[in-house]
């Protein structure tokens, strides 16, 4: 088998980077900073960063409103915002490829409650499934895992079907056949590694909106409850405060700002890449 090699621009190289940068030095929060997320200095509350008039060396990026070290907090909050949302992608993704491969395979009864399922999910905004799911079903990670899963595989399913159905009626699959390899050998051999190009570029695509889906649901309250932390919580913490203590909502805000277009460029680079649609274009 032979594997493609890709020249990476320098731009597309330093978001890569960075964003590696971002997830391993949110992963490794709890080793670099053990703290206790309940705990509060009130004597320490609002103050500015270090390099603002006022600060304190010791708080780089100043404090919140309980007087918690907010760079700290970031870090954190970057931590649980992105494993919710990779964890997500993780079930949308491989929930989304099975029922597309069985359903582009396999016609009939199940085709039909698919596509009419996946129909129905894509005519509805699914930040308004979410907020009804959280209310009712409470707002801890696991349940943010799973509503983001659950709302995100229609997507993967419509492309994986499609994928497949063009795959089907192609030679190679013919022959297989009729060389007497068995269904599974198909799928996996055939299905799964032709498909898993536009499939990773898709889930590359698809981060992002998670990651906007979580930040949205704990902004509302209803996500990441305190004394956790999450991007959208500190966004919704600090907007109270936004005359006298602006950094409290901004850097959170520009954090996930940051996160969503590097995760873009680099799926709109993994697209051209990838589709040679687009290369020969």
Not at 94 to 107: A, D, E, P, W
Not at 181 to 187: D, F, G, P, T
Request: proline share 4%; hydrophobic share 50%.
């Amino acid at each position: 088998m032979r594997i493609k090699s890709y020249s990476i621009p320098t731009f597309i190289l330093v978001l890569i980077i960075s964003f590696l940068l971002i997830v391993v030095l949110s992963i490794l929060a709890p080793v670099f900073f053990p703290i206790d997320l309940g705990a509060t200095k009130l004597t320490a509350r609002l103050l500015p960063p270090s390099f603002m008039e006022g600060g304190k060396a010791e708080f780089f990026l100043g404090t919140d409103n309980l007087g918690r070290d907010f760079m700290i907090r970031l870090f954190y909050g970057t931590r649980n915002s992105l494993f919710i949302a990779f964890a997500g992608l993780v079930i949308s993704a491989v929930l989304g490829t099975l029922l597309g491969v069985l359903t582009g395979l396999y016609k009939g009864l199940l085709d039909s409650i698919v596509s009419f399922l996946v129909d129905v999910k894509l005519s509805i905004p699914s930040l308004i499934i979410s907020i009804v799911c959280a209310s009712v079903f409470g707002s801890s990670k696991l349940i943010m895992i799973l509503i983001i899963g659950l709302t995100g595989y229609p997507s993967f399913t419509r492309l994986a079907r499609g994928q497949t159905i063009q795959l089907k009626e192609a030679n190679f699959m013919e022959s297989s056949r009729a060389l007497g390899a068995s269904k599974l050998r198909i799928v996996f051999e055939h299905v799964l590694s032709n498909i898993s190009s536009p499939m990773i570029v898709h889930a590359t695509m698809k981060i992002s909106s998670f990651i906007l889906l979580e930040s949205s649901l704990s902004f509302l309250g209803l996500g990441i409850q305190p004394p956790d932390v999450s991007l959208g919580l500190m966004v919704s913490a600090g907007r109270d405060y936004l005359i006298s203590s602006w950094w409290l909502s901004i850097i959170p805000s520009v954090v996930i700002v940051l996160i969503v277009v590097q995760v873009s460029m680099i799926g709109d680079w993994l697209r051209d890449q990838m589709d040679p649609k687009l290369k020969n274009s």
